[in-house]
Structure formats: structure tokens, C-alpha cells
């Protein structure tokens, strides 16, 4: 295998060490040694160190996994590519789209933001800030038909597969005009006419249902696959690997996405495990996996377009591994002590909206005025979907025994 670097370790890591909301959770201390062991990436921000990915991996035993080459790999030092490509990669409008779509999910976050600290959103509320083209690139790379499916971070989904902002954020209201007609709230997110699976609070349950909806396109031979995200740490969970397993088996249509935004609630990959290049998970299956730039549109766009031609022609599944990261807390109660103010700036400055204006102004793709102009419109569009929720009707009490699974004939539990 070819050598490559490990990713530096964020610096919040330094911290690590110390008591974290993680730690007093129960999760174990990062200072085992283990990484030092295993060749990984050392704690505490210090230079980046060269390593042969098999020390990093023991993967020696293993045949060689097909190793997808393409515009989606990180830059030579292993960091995301920040800055656009001389010449534009793709026309104006993928741009612009990517331009509307991504500041859409953004503002429409800002203000549910603002709405949960006025306690007129209640409940969890985990915003997606910072790991839009995660979704934008996706979504451009497929077709309609296509299945999505996700953890509980969902609302930038199905605003990018074109579900009403009103029925999102109705959604986040517990309003009857909700997309899960209010009665799933923040982290369950449905619309079955966009394709969007949902939203699940499970961590990792997603991923046996994701291979789930993959055979079910098989076998009723639509062409169409599911792309199903999980985060960093929803790859600790054995359904990952029992999904794998029959996903390659059967190859299914399916890509498996790990959105690696670097922490899983206030836990660091780093300290929960010596395998920090996430898509290696995949090489026991011998599964083609890649790790992608995902703060740069266009990367995740050709990751997911090479995944699905593969998807697509039988070849069955793909693991790709988007470095991200996402600049809010965990969850709207989450203070982010784990990690530094330094962390945050530094990605903040690899912004994927940045970058895509950045792009559109350079290659005078649209005028800095029109672009202004799509800010206004989407602002006025977020503020009319409050308007809307806010004078929705809440759920009749009826409805709690509506959508509920029913079966007439179940064995287990008798009256
Ligand atoms: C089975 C299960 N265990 C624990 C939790 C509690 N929990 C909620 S979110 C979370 C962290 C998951 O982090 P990650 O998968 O990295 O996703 P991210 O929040 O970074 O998007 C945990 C442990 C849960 N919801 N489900
Ligand atoms: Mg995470």
C-alpha cells in the first residue's frame, strides 16, 4: 500500500488528557499510550508525522484493497484543499446550486440556533454548521430516486433534496405541518417523496437500514442506490460491520459515508481508537474506500459520483471517509470544552460556502451582487418558514396512535 500520512492530531487533544464532558461520561482517558504503539498520530498538536498506513492498520494479512484514485484524495499533506482550482471544474449553475443549497442550510440553521435559545425549539438540536458540502456534493453526484438516510444531525438533508424549509422547521416546532407531521422532531426528519430516509437518534442504527433500503432498490431492480451517512462515532458499532459484510456480499448499491468531523459528542477519534483513518474500516471487507476532502465541495461531488458509477454497474458498495468538521457544539447544550478556539478558526477558514463564493467571484461565475441577492432571498425564505411554523397548529392528540407500527397478528404480547 502506498505510504500516507496520518492526520495531525487536533490540538484540542492536548486537553485531552484532562476531565472532559466525554471523560466523566465514562469515556476512558486518551492517555494510554496506544497511539504511540500503534504508530498513529501523536497527542497534543505536534507535527504531523510520516507513517506507513499498514503500521497504522494491520492490514498486511489482508488482500489488497482497491484503492480509488481520483480528485477527491487530500491535498500531498494530507490536509483539504482550500483554495479552488484554476479553472472552474464544473458550469456555473452546479455553483451557484451549491451556493444556494449550502447558504439554505446554514442560515436555516443560524436562526434555528437562535430559535432554540428563545426555548421556542425545544428538545435536541444538533446543527450540521460547517459540514454542508458533505451534503451539497452528494446530492449534485446522484439522481433523483436515490435514498438517503442519516443519524440524528438531518436537517440540512432533506432542505438540499428540496423539502420545504416551512415543513422543516414545522418539524422542528413539533408542528402538524412538520415533515414528520411534528411528531419526530429535530433528529427525525422524514420525506419520503425527496428520498430522504430519515433521520435516526440511534447511533449507528442507520446502517443495518441503509444496506436495508440498498437491497430493497436491488431486488426490485430500480437502478437506484441509498447513500447512508453516519458519524465518527457510529463506526464503533458492530451493525457496521454486519452490514458491511452482507453489503459486499450481496453487493448492494450502497455508499457508506463516515462524516469524520472529528468527535463524537465530546470524545476525539483520536481517544476512542488507534485506527484513525477511518475508511481503512472497510479494507476487511475489501471494500473500495477513500478518504475525501469534505469541506471542499467539488471533492465530495467526485467521490460520491466514482462511488455510485461503482453502485450503479453492480460492483456494490464503497466506504468513504469525509473529513469534515462542524463548528457548533454537539448538540445546542454543549459548551465544545474539548476542543480549542484555534481548532475551530482553523476550519472556519477552510469554509466550504467561503470557498464556493470564492470560486464563483473569481471565475466571474455571478456578480458579488448576485450573490447578495441569493443571501436576501434565502434570508427572507428561513424567516417565512418561521412565520409558518409558528402559527401551524401543534399535532391533535389522535395522532398518537396514528404511524405507529401495528401488527394484528403479533404473538409476544397479549392484552
Ligand atoms: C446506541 C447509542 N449510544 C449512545 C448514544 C448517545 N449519543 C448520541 S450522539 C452520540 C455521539 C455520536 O457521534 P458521531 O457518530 O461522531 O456523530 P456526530 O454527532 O459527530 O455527527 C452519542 C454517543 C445514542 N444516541 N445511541
Ligand atoms: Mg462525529
Known sequence: MAETKVKDAPKADAAADKPTDAATNGSPNGSNGKAARNGSAPRGGE?????????????????????????????????????????????????????????????????????????????????????????AGAVSALEPGDKYITAYRDHAHPLALGTSPNAVMAELFAKATGCSKGKGGSMHMFDKQVGFMGGHGIVGGQIPMGAGIAFAEQYNKTGKLCICYMGDGAVRQGALHEA??????????????????????????????????????????QMPNEPVNAMNVEDVHHAVARAAARARGGEGPTFLEFKTYRYKGHSMSDPAKYRTKEEVEEYRHRDSIESVRHTILTHGLATEDELNAIDEAIKARVQESVEFAESSPYPDAAELYHDVYVQADYPYIHD
Open 47 to 135: 507535527a504531523p508525522k510520516v507513517v506507513d498506513a499498514d503500521t497504522a492498520v494491520p492490514t498486511q494479512q489482508q488482500p489488497e484493497v482497491e484503492t480509488l484514485p481520483g480528485p477527491g484524495a487530500p491535498t500531498a499533506d494530507g490536509q483539504p484543499r482550500a483554495t479552488s482550482p484554476a479553472a472552474p471544474e464544473f458550469p456555473k449553475e452546479t455553483y451557484v446550486r451549491w451556493y444556494e443549497q449550502m447558504q439554505l442550510m446554514r442560515k436555516f440553521e443560524e436562526k434555528a440556533g437562535q430559535l432554540y435559545g428563545q426555548q421556542k425549539i425545544k428538545g435536541f438540536c444538533h446543527l450540521y454548521i460547517g459540514q454542508e458540502a458533505c451534503v
Open 244 to 285: 458491511f459484510n452482507m453489503a459486499m456480499l450481496w453487493k448492494l448499491p450502497v455508499i457508506f459515508v463516515v462524516e469524520n468531523n472529528g468527535y463524537a459528542m465530546g470524545t476525539s477519534v483520536q481517544r476512542t481508537t488507534n485506527v484513525t483513518e477511518l475508511h481503512h474500516l472497510a479494507d476487511g471487507y
